[in-house]
């Protein structure tokens, strides 16, 4: 506690620009009018991250220019407002009887009791070994029904919330960054401190904060001086850390931790979002939330007197149509990355607005095909009339994975007749375990892996590309292991909804070549023969067939095997959600030795239909002749390896 007084002291003598221990001036005894709240944002759920130079990503060497940059005044006086955050729907679990009782619930685990009910809270528990519960245990997020209940006049709850984040204060001394949770969630828990000191003004119905509420602006200022220390560079985390740092110099008139975040948010915005509109995340779900933090810093710059200039909003609307592009035909963004099964938001007057409403409203993007250098091609056979009629897909390609992203590279998304084709493996939370690792391996995604050889996380080159009216062509190359080159040629069909891949792997050393076709959970999957297997969801009206083609090798016996809900090792799994595993089928298309050759089809089709095909050569183009459900279309593969559409 000497720490606490010390600091008061210091603070009290500051004057002007400082934090003075002013004496409160109590109005009439009426109730509390409340603290605003903003809105919540589309945060995914359950971040956690491991320190170090991984989490900490470097700004643009040219940010935004002189007319671009964010500016801050220097403020003498307050003249301006800071409103509360929120909590991120992290309390919605904690009604208030839960936190004046310490018992704090998350993430679909049982609530569990974390202190004596008199706001002493033994931070070390971790009842569940998870590290995302820990980290939002010291988020103090979860107390937010108890801070909004002080706010209006709940005496209770003032108490017992000011008694949680101040026996958090005591027991967690700066610096507290040798704890990975605490310090994770520091932007976090500044915010709930923010908010805090809100509610006391507005419970109390005072202007200014009582002197025995004056720790807070201590506590304010060893996170402030945390979050100058500990910047976590151009992605989320460092904006959110941004803005938490901006409210605190907004909040207790300090123009240095003010002019200090909005240099770093100038500087990280064009790292962030790059010139196509396309985050460094590497995850859709996190490129929305993106979208609606860079959205809520030009807010809380604005209400504080600050000038956020324009390169953030033009950032934000080449994302709002990267969004738009990353939307599948059922309305929600393909699942890449650290993702869960995210829809996308309508945003009124942007690309967003159609994609989100599924085409009831707003004006569809002019573009049918989005490539882009950040590693996503995101294509669909069209907006309408019918939103989810259409066909969609998404494949990965780009830079080495980091931060949210997965080893996915050339892994497809498939789309079609109103629902999901061919999926990926989902986010399976931050817990470092077996199924994080599997979940960010090749081995969750759709595209040919090579299990005998560790995976070198490689960046993908996207070689050539064709787009067309009826039919999209790209091809990939990498290096996804010691002396193994790979080659992904796909090809997208319309009118009929066509799929077709042909991976080819060479290899120094004798492999296994396993291309992943991976399916909804709500399908059953069986193997037909050495070339086919079906897929169906019992009772459905269409199906999915998906076969091989042999080209230029034989089809070995087991060259189709299924695989599902299997832990040794684990495949044939999908996590829609951090918290929700389910058994899901996966085919593999197996090939062994020095080089592979693997055409795949996959045919989304009405269950009474079938596909029939036949194949020869055509001088150096081998052609595959095909009638899928009733309609005849003719693919070739030239003698450079493309795949085109002949008929």
Not at 71 to 78: C, G, N, V, Y
Not at 280 to 305: I, K, M
Not at 504 to 531: C, E, I, M, N
Not at 602 to 609: E, G, I, K, Y
Request: aromatic letters at 8%; charged letters at 15%.
């Amino acid at each position: 506690m000497r720490k606490w007084i010390a600091m008061l002291g210091v603070l009290a003598a500051a004057g002007a620009g400082g934090v003075a221990a002013a004496s409160h001036v109590a109005a009439a005894g009426s109730p509390g009018p409340g603290i605003a709240i903003a809105a919540d944002l589309p945060e995914p759920v359950g971040a956690q991250f491991v320190p170090g130079s991984s989490n900490v990503v470097p700004a643009a060497t040219t940010p935004a220019n002189s007319t671009g940059q964010p500016k801050a005044r220097a403020l003498t006086t307050s003249a301006g407002t800071y409103t509360c955050p929120g909590f991120s729907t992290m309390d919605d679990a904690t009604p208030l009887s839960s936190v004046l009782q310490d018992t704090y619930a998350w993430g679909g685990f049982k609530a569990y009791k974390v202190g004596d009910g008199s706001g002493n809270i033994n931070w070390k528990l971790n009842p569940y070994n998870n590290p995302s519960w820990y980290m939002w245990l010291h988020s103090l997020r979860w107390i937010g029904q108890g801070i909004t209940a002080a706010g209006e006049g709940d005496t209770d709850a003032l108490a017992h919330v000011t008694a949680i984040v101040h026996d958090w204060v005591l027991d967690n001394p700066y610096s507290w960054k040798s704890d990975i949770g605490a310090w994770e969630s520091t932007m976090h828990r500044t915010n709930v401190i923010l908010c805090t000191r809100q509610a006391v003004l507005a419970g109390l119905n005072v202007t200014t904060l009582p002197p025995e509420y004056q720790w807070l602006d201590a506590a304010l200022v060893d996170h402030a001086t945390f979050l100058v220390n500990n910047w976590s560079g151009a992605w989320n985390h460092g904006t959110d850390e941004s803005i938490a740092l901006f409210g605190v110099g907004c909040t207790l008139d300090q123009p240095d931790y003010m002019n200090l975040a909005v240099s770093r948010l100038g500087a990280a915005i064009t790292t962030s979002i790059d010139t196509q509109g396309a985050t460094n995340e590497q995850s859709t779900a996190y490129a929305q939330f993106n979208y609606s933090l860079w959205g809520r810093a030009v807010d809380v710059l604005r209400a504080c007197g600050a000038d956020p200039g324009p390169t953030i909003t033009e950032r934000r609307e080449l994302l709002a149509n990267w969004l738009a592009l990353a939307t599948d035909s059922r309305g929600n963004l393909h699942q890449i990355g650290d993702s869960e099964v995210v829809r996308t938001a309508s945003v009124a007057n942007t690309p967003l607005e159609y994609a989100g409403s599924l085409g009831a409203s707003g004006i569809a993007p002019t573009e049918r095909v989005g490539m882009f250098s950040a590693g996503y091609v995101f294509g669909r056979s069209g907006w309408g009339p019918a939103f989810s009629d259409q066909a969609s897909y998404s494949i990965r390609y780009g830079p080495a994975r980091a931060l949210h992203g997965h080893s996915d590279h050339m892994s497809v998304t498939y789309t079609a007749g109103g629902r999901e084709v061919v999926i990926d493996g989902g986010h399976a939370g931050y817990q470092n375990d077996v199924w994080r690792t599997w979940a960010k391996s090749p081995f969750a995604h759709s595209v040919m892996t090579t299990p005998m050889s560790p995976d070198l996380n490689p960046a993908t080159k996207l070689t050539r590309s064709v787009v067309t009216q009826a039919s999209d062509f790209y091809e990939f190359s990498d290096v996804p292991g010691t002396g193994i080159s790979r080659v992904r040629a796909v090809l997208v069909l319309r009118n009929p909804d066509l799929l077709i891949t042909l991976d080819r792997g060479s290899a120094k050393k004798a492999q296994q070549f396993q291309t992943l076709w991976h399916l909804p959970s709500d399908q059953q999957a069986s193997v037909y023969s050495r070339t086919t297997a079906l897929a169906q969801k019992p009772g459905d009206a269409t199906r999915t067939i998906l076969f091989q083609v042999p080209y230029r090798q034989d089809l070995p016996p087991g060259a189709i095997l299924l695989k599902q809900a299997q832990t040794a090792p684990i495949q044939g799994w999908h996590y829609p959600t951090i918290t929700s595993r389910r058994s899901a089928p996966t085919l593999m298309f197996a090939r062994s030795g020095t080089m592979a050759s693997i055409l795949s089809f996959v045919a989304p089709v009405r269950s009474n239909t079938s596909v029939l095909y036949s194949t020869r050569w055509s001088g150096t183009t081998y052609v595959v002749d095909l009638t899928v459900a009733g309609k005849k279309t003719s693919i070739g593969i030239t003698g450079g390896g493309s795949l085109v559409r002949l008929s």
